[in-house]
């Protein structure tokens, strides 16, 4: 068990990280994240404080086209403060007009909403705080959706064209939204994201009723292998998918020069913000910040970021530091290319041995394919800085067609745009 | 985890505090890690041994142990020459997790002197000291 922002959570569970790890995109697995904190924003002005205090344009945000924002539709961005360093990263879901939950990390419940209600002058909008009050639960892999639809009242009528960022229902009974249920009665948000870069969804439901929605859905699921997963899977899977730690791979350092630039307000051709929000003037003034760039290296071998460990280029000159390393014990190398237990083409007999992979954070802007040196108390490591890691992820794929058995998924040539 | 008393410790294996095990086959000593530590551990994913040849002394660093949480190293548990190292853990560096006290073992070494053999810790006395660490 770890200790995580007050929570205990299991590392692992019985089947060990690794074998939890490569389930979630081979098969399903399942994990408790009830450590996430919901905050509400309801008002007739509740998009213009999340307009203010958001980094997503909520009027061009949803999918490459940049559509507004609408009721049942989620977009994934973070909070920052005046020097333009994030508070915290976020999904904020449109419930209905002037209706927005926002789903925050572990323990930072009380400091976004305080961040929410002091930009909130002059604004007619109420922000609460749910911190304890929403369980969540999330179920990732290809074969999520086959779980779903034994566990789900209406499972066609409810997934049926569902689109990547979308949701339906709310946790909330009383919430107009409410319409989307687990059990014929248990009402819940179901929202299909995650954090493992495979395709799956989040459950929000309320905490009286988390223990039965968990427990019918590894039930449903056990007839397709799915096993609970913790936090080390968690870890590499969402690594291994080039996504960020809030307070590790972002934090206090400017919100800029990164790999997750869908996260800021971007126009199309990405030379400019197409609104303005908290942090945005430090943001412009990008030359003078860091870079953060993923890498991968060539066996599992990682370097420990807690020693800390540092970057290194040719000359041995200290450039940057590690942000996260872990080992995604789902890829290998054969010859010069990276091949996932899930890709297509992969060799035959391909048994992966585990590449490490994460973060630097370096002084100027290194090019993709440039070998670096990590180096901790203990050893140096070559690896090289990337613009992906895993690849064949499942997230993207199109939901009609993970629906059912008789379907194939693992082709990967059906990914939503 | 495993509660200390449903860690399987072999009654006729020698322990160290360091948690590796030790096994007088003959006039050579096959070292592996416990039961406790690789549950612990977790998944390991890559093993680091020494080469045949070496030699080292008790308490020497010989080796490390990746795990997907955190990286450890592996401590002679007496003075020796090493004579093997079990290469099956390249590839499969699972085996120290799934027979810790067969398959898993790491190396085989030529002690020497046995009066560091005798001075080991008995599986009782290893289970005793697991106890403390609790």
């Given at each position: 068990m770890l200790e995580f922002s007050g929570w205990s959570m299991p590392?692992?569970?019985?089947?060990?990280a690794v074998a939890e790890h490569q389930i979630v995109i081979a098969g399903a697995g399942v994990f408790d994240t009830s450590h996430m904190s919901a905050i509400m924003i309801n008002g007739p002005e509740a998009f213009d404080l999340l307009q203010r205090c958001?980094?997503?344009d909520l009027n061009a945000c949803v999918s490459?086209?940049?559509t507004p924002l609408v009721p049942g539709r989620c977009v994934y961005g973070a909070y920052l403060n005046e020097m333009g360093e994030v508070l915290d990263d976020a999904i904020v879901y449109q419930v209905a007009q002037g209706n927005y939950t926002t789903i925050v990390n572990a323990g930072m419940g009380a400091t976004v909403s305080q961040h929410l209600k002091a930009h909130a002058?002059?604004?007619?909008v109420d922000v609460t705080d749910l911190t304890d009050k929403v369980g969540k639960m999330d179920i990732q892999g290809p074969l999520s959706a086959r779980v779903l639809m034994k566990v789900l009242k209406s499972p066609e009528a409810t997934l049926k064209?569902?689109?990547?960022f979308s949701f339906k229902g709310h946790?909330?009974?009383?919430?107009?939204?409410?319409n989307t249920f687990v059990h014929g009665t248990i009402p819940v948000l179901l929202s299909?994201?995650?954090?493992?870069?495979e395709f799956g969804f989040e459950i929000f439901v309320d905490p009286s009723q988390l223990v039965r929605v968990w427990e019918a859905v590894l039930e449903a699921g056990a007839s397709y292998g799915v096993i609970p997963c913790g936090l080390a899977a968690r870890d590499s899977l969402r690594t291994g998918a080039v996504m960020p730690l809030s307070h590790?791979?972002?934090?206090?350092?400017?919100?800029?020069?990164?790999?997750?630039?869908?996260?800021l307000p971007y126009s199309t051709d990405e030379t400019a913000f197409t609104k303005r929000f908290i942090g945005d003037r430090i943001l412009k003034?990008?030359?003078?910040a860091e870079h953060t760039h993923p890498f991968v290296g060539y066996d599992p071998r990682k370097v420990s970021v807690h020693d800390p460990a540092v970057v290194l280029d040719s000359d041995g000159e200290q450039i940057g530091v590690v942000l996260t390393c872990v080992a995604d014990m789902a890829i290998g190398r054969v010859g010069d290319r990276i091949y996932s237990?899930?890709?297509?083409?992969?060799?035959?007999?391909f048994q992966p041995r585990g590449l490490c992979c994460g973060f630097v954070r370096v002084k100027s802007r290194l090019s993709q394919g440039q070998e670096v040196e990590l180096s901790d108390n203990r050893r140096k490591i070559r690896v090289v800085i990337v613009?992906?890691?895993?690849?064949?992820?499942?997230?993207?794929?199109?939901i009609d067609e993970m629906m059912y058995d008789t379907n194939s998924y693992g082709d990967g040539r059906h990914n939503e745009t | 985890m495993k509660e200390i008393d449903e860690v399987n410790l072999p009654e006729n294996f020698r322990y160290v505090e360091t948690h590796e095990w030790a096994r007088i086959a003959g006039d050579t000593v096959i070292v592996g890690i416990t039961d406790y530590a690789q549950d612990h551990l977790g998944d390991l994913t890559f093993i680091e041994l020494p080469q045949v040849g070496d030699v080292f002394q008790k308490g020497e660093q010989c080796g490390t142990l990746e795990s997907t949480k955190a990286v450890s190293d592996i401590f002679m548990p007496v003075s020796g020459e090493i004579l093997?190292?079990?290469?099956?853990?390249?590839?499969?560096?699972?085996l120290v997790n799934s027979d810790p006290y067969g398959d898993g073992w790491l190396l085989e070494l030529k002690p020497e002197n046995y009066e560091e053999i005798d001075a080991l810790l008995t599986a009782e006395a290893y289970r005793e000291m697991l106890g403390g660490l609790e």
């Open positions: 590392l692992w569970y019985t089947a060990g958001f980094t997503k490459k086209s940049k002058a002059g604004l007619e064209d569902m689109a990547y946790f909330d009974e009383k919430s107009v939204a409410a299909r994201s995650g954090y493992t870069g590790q791979d972002i934090g206090p350092c400017p919100f800029i020069n990164h790999p997750w630039p869908f996260a003034l990008r030359e003078t237990i899930a890709s297509p083409d992969k060799p035959e007999g613009d992906d890691i895993r690849p064949h992820r499942t997230a993207r794929r199109l | 093997a190292v079990n290469g099956a853990l390249l590839d499969s560096p699972g």
